[in-house]
């Protein structure tokens, strides 16, 4: 298999846009992995929930109807193989290195999703701001299909540039604000966005589950100037790399791997411990923009 990585023309498409969709990126037999893996994942959350574990990886949300799941964090230590077999795979690298340069790092993972039912919107957001030296996005692989009508993602072209006052988008415009786009998805396909595009999806009725799973990359160079993590850190995330092409290559023998390029500088020391690489925890985030953003500029939409 060739490594499929970006074309001139698609980066230049997602820098001026914020977004790029990738119709049918994912195989099929990959993607029924995954949809199976994404089926035990909510299991083991309900689960969780119902012993009173408190999972601190399973999120869970009070909505009108009660009590919901929403989202499952750190998906490669939830003793399921497939979200390394994703990561580890030239459909995933190969864009990481296309956006990030040879030493991308794999930075969150996780799985968010409507129950069926629960329609609740998402309201206007950026995921992170920060100083716009390097990419940082998202790879956000759907599992189920996302149609107009049904709450399908919502995306502002072009409002990655600057900070923005989402709570005065909802304020303004409402789910309507100028030259926002709807972003209709089917199994398989995948969504690039950049981390600070505007971007929301309304409320539903009666809808069907919807799950997403979302891998964040940045550049190494960037996370040293922008922080908020540290050398350390990097080189811990760095780690799963070879272990999700050692997954990878598990599950299809005989393919050609990706060719990993990364810098000896960033080049990680592999350690013993699995259930360790496979959890590296968050203890700080880069602040986003959500409609808590009382500091922020008002965006200029005409």
């Given at each position: 298999?060739?490594?499929?990585?970006?074309t001139a023309?698609?980066?230049?498409?997602?820098d001026?846009?914020g977004?790029?969709?990738?119709?049918?990126?994912i195989?099929?037999?990959?993607?029924?992995?995954?949809r199976s893996a994404?089926?035990?994942?909510?299991?083991?959350?309900?689960?969780?929930?119902?012993?009173a574990d408190?999972?601190?990886?399973?999120?869970?949300?009070e909505?009108?109807g009660g009590r919901?799941?929403?989202r499952?964090d750190y998906?490669?230590s939830?003793n399921?193989a497939?979200?390394?077999?994703?990561?580890?795979?030239p459909?995933?690298?190969?864009?990481?290195?296309?956006m990030?340069g040879?030493?991308?790092?794999p930075?969150?993972?996780?799985m968010v999703?409507k129950?069926?039912?629960?329609g609740a919107a998402?309201?206007w957001?950026?995921?992170?701001?920060h100083?716009?030296?390097?990419?940082?996005?998202?790879?956000?692989?759907y599992?189920d299909?996302?149609?107009?009508?049904?709450?399908?993602l919502l995306?502002?072209?072009?409002?990655?540039r600057a900070?923005?006052?989402?709570?005065?988008?909802g304020?303004?415009?409402?789910w309507?604000?100028?030259?926002?786009?709807?972003?209709e998805?089917k199994?398989?396909?995948?969504?690039l966005?950049d981390?600070?595009?505007?971007?929301?999806?309304?409320d539903t009725?009666a809808?069907?589950l919807?799950r997403?799973?979302?891998?964040?990359?940045r550049?190494a160079?960037?996370?040293?100037?922008?922080?908020?993590w540290d050398r350390e850190?990097?080189?811990r995330?760095?780690?799963?790399i070879?272990?999700?092409m050692?997954?990878f290559?598990a599950s299809?023998?005989?393919?050609?791997?990706f060719?990993?390029?990364?810098?000896?500088?960033?080049?990680p020391?592999m350690?013993?411990d699995?259930?360790?690489?496979?959890?590296?925890?968050?203890?700080?985030h880069?602040?986003?923009?959500?409609?808590s953003a009382?500091?922020?500029?008002?965006p200029?939409?005409?």
């Amino acid at each position: 298999m060739t490594a499929p990585h970006l074309t001139a023309e698609q980066l230049r498409f997602y820098d001026d846009n914020g977004y790029l969709l990738l119709p049918g990126w994912i195989p099929p037999a990959m993607l029924e992995r995954l949809r199976s893996a994404g089926d035990r994942w909510i299991e083991a959350g309900l689960a969780s929930d119902a012993r009173a574990d408190n999972d601190p990886d399973y999120k869970f949300a009070e909505r009108g109807g009660g009590r919901t799941m929403w989202r499952v964090d750190y998906l490669h230590s939830k003793n399921r193989a497939e979200s390394l077999e994703l990561l580890g795979s030239p459909q995933v690298l190969a864009v990481a290195e296309s956006m990030c340069g040879p030493n991308f790092v794999p930075t969150y993972e996780s799985m968010v999703f409507k129950m069926e039912g629960d329609g609740a919107a998402v309201q206007w957001h950026q995921d992170a701001v920060h100083p716009r030296s390097h990419r940082i996005f998202n790879f956000d692989l759907y599992l189920d299909e996302s149609r107009s009508g049904a709450g399908a993602l919502l995306v502002i072209p072009g409002s990655h540039r600057a900070k923005h006052d989402v709570c005065a988008i909802g304020d303004d415009f409402g789910w309507r604000p100028p030259g926002a786009i709807e972003v209709e998805m089917k199994p398989g396909d995948v969504l690039l966005h950049d981390v600070m595009v505007v971007h929301g999806s309304p409320d539903t009725v009666a809808n069907r589950l919807r799950r997403t799973i979302y891998y964040e990359f940045r550049a190494a160079e960037e996370i040293i100037e922008d922080g908020p993590w540290d050398r350390e850190w990097i080189d811990r995330r760095m780690r799963l790399i070879p272990l999700g092409m050692r997954a990878f290559a598990a599950s299809h023998p005989g393919e050609s791997p990706f060719e990993w390029n990364v810098t000896g500088e960033f080049r990680p020391a592999m350690g013993e411990d699995l259930e360790a690489e496979l959890r590296i925890a968050h203890l700080t985030h880069m602040s986003g923009s959500w409609c808590s953003a009382g500091d922020a500029v008002k965006p200029a939409l005409t």
